[in-house]
């Protein structure tokens, strides 16, 4: 009879150990995720602002092509489109000085 209530208590000894050790990474886990979400939702905070950034200069840019500043759009379109205009000759320096 000792035999048996022995065994009983191993075996729920165990029991309650192996439910402690998952509690224990249940909650590890739970804590983990939990700062990923912190992380990733600050991140997705940045993203937004640099998009609002990015937004207002688009349009501060687009206001001043809408005002139709000859001039802005001729330097834009030469500086960053590498345009020309007809019958000019454009030369590029190489060597780099």
């Given at each position: 009879?000792?035999?048996?209530?022995?065994?009983?208590?191993k075996r729920s000894a165990l029991l309650r150990i192996?439910?402690?050790?998952?509690?224990i990474y249940v909650v590890a886990t739970l804590i983990g995720l939990q700062i990923q979400i912190n992380q990733k939702q600050t991140e997705l905070e940045n993203l937004q602002q640099q998009i609002m950034i990015k937004e207002i200069t688009n349009q501060t840019s687009?206001?001043?092509?809408?005002?139709g500043d000859d001039d802005y759009i001729?330097?834009?379109a030469r500086e960053k489109l590498d345009y020309a205009k007809p019958g000019e000759r454009i030369f590029i320096n190489i060597s780099g000085k």
């Open positions: 009879m000792e035999e048996v209530k022995k065994r009983k208590l192996s439910l402690i050790a998952f509690l687009g206001a001043d092509l809408e005002s001729e330097q834009i």
